[in-house]
């Protein structure tokens, strides 16, 4: 698999007849789905669950996304999607990048960078990230190619 980030955390998904939209693929909004459950399970493998989120009140909010979608994904298809940590400034911001491959032929189905906000869970404000999260995420952090959106 040729990654566009070395050092990817990669996922697999089976697309299944209820991510099918009225076009015949897999609808747009499932995609977005994907990209959460991609990141949650990274996070988790950084040893940062739902359960830290809640103890230390604090958690990484979706502030934008930016998703191209490349070429559809069909019922039957399998897929993995990688994702990598490449920018944050410790205080309240972080991103990812994420690359969606049909290994079946090796098309990028889609590129995505979603910028998070580091959030107090208990105001739904803004607030510095925890020791826990610069820890965590920024053993994770790589430097980046150049991703073209």
């Not at 998703?67 to 039957?76: S, T």
């Not at 208990?122 to 510095?128: E, F, M, Q, V, W």
């Amino acid at each position: 698999m040729i990654w566009d980030q070395a050092d990817a955390f990669v996922i697999d998904f089976d697309v299944q007849a209820e991510h099918i939209d009225e076009l015949g693929h897999a609808n747009n909004a499932v995609y977005v789905t994907w990209l959460e459950t991609c990141a949650w399970r990274h996070s988790q493998s950084l040893g940062l669950g739902l359960e830290d989120y809640r103890r230390l009140d604090r958690a990484m909010a979706v502030l934008r996304h930016e998703i191209d979608y490349l070429a559809a994904a069909y019922e039957g298809d399998r897929l993995k999607l990688a994702t990598w940590i490449v920018d944050s400034d410790q205080r309240l911001k972080m991103k990812r990048n994420f690359q969606l491959v049909r290994p079946a032929d090796q098309t990028t189905l889609l590129r995505a960078q979603t910028t998070f906000v580091c959030i107090q869970l208990s105001s739904g404000k803004p607030k510095r990230m925890p020791e826990a999260f610069i820890e965590g995420y920024g053993k994770a952090l790589i430097q980046p190619y150049p991703l073209e959106l």
